[in-house]
């Protein structure tokens, strides 16, 4: 079915820009591990650069899938700006998204061609930042914001979100050199509870930095 033969070659197509890159991937190379006619990649995507588009698309639509829920929960807080709820949900977002990039939740294929385009932007970064990663920091933003009964600028806010991501990305990257180091056989279930935990005190720190400062 034509619908196979689409989904077969994003298949293939996650596995290629993993290993390659965009640059490095050949349209030939991803038809052949489809076991389908290479014209199939322009008939469906228009080519190299469309298959990649859809490729970051369905990350996106994947992602926002698994974060639905907290989402939904997001707009309720939203409206209150209550500070324990934001607090709660802000762990609840940072839990969501370590189980998303640290564990088996994304295909390995998938969290590779994220990273790639993360740490090496190309011409369709836009897609997922504007898509994902803007929206995603943004609310993780508010949150730390309303949590901390606005005390901390949204601008501060932004500027401790990305430490708090950057830990999670930079395990992700030298897992194998940093599991070595901290003596860990893998990045199994305990190892991700003791990264949440690090990230929870980093947020408790955070707040409570700026609570102490303001009785100052």
């Known amino acids: 079915m034509p619908n196979d033969s689409k989904a077969k070659l994003l298949l293939s197509a996650f596995e290629e820009f993993a290993k390659n890159g965009f640059f490095g991937a050949s349209t030939r190379d991803i038809a052949a591990k489809a076991n389908i ?5 322009l008939y469906y995507f228009g080519g190299k650069k469309g298959i990649y588009t859809a490729a970051l698309k369905n990350i996106v639509n994947v992602v926002n899938d698994m974060t639905a829920d907290l989402t939904a929960q997001y707009q309720v807080v939203q409206k209150s700006e209550n500070q324990q709820d934001a607090a709660q949900l802000l762990k609840d977002f940072m839990q969501r998204f370590l189980m998303i990039i640290c564990s088996e939740t994304l295909s390995i294929d998938m969290k590779k061609v994220f990273l790639s385009e993360y740490s090496c932007p190309t011409e369709e970064f836009s897609i997922l930042y504007d898509e994902l990663i803007r929206p995603f920091h943004d609310k ?3 949150l730390l914001h309303w949590a901390s009964a606005k005390k901390i600028t949204l601008k501060d806010c932004y500027f401790y979100v990305i430490t708090l991501f950057s830990t999670f990305f930079v395990f992700i990257s030298r897992e ?6 901290m003596e860990w056989d893998k990045a199994d279930e305990k190892v991700l509870d ?3 935990n690090y990230t929870n005190k980093q947020i408790d720190f ?3 930095a700026f609570s102490q400062e303001n009785k100052k």
């Open 194 to 196: 003791k990264l949440l």
């Open 37 to 41: 006619n290479i014209s199939s990649i």
């Open 140 to 142: 993780i933003s508010n």
């Open 206 to 208: 955070i707040l409570s």
């Open 176 to 181: 194998d050199n940093i599991c070595k180091i």
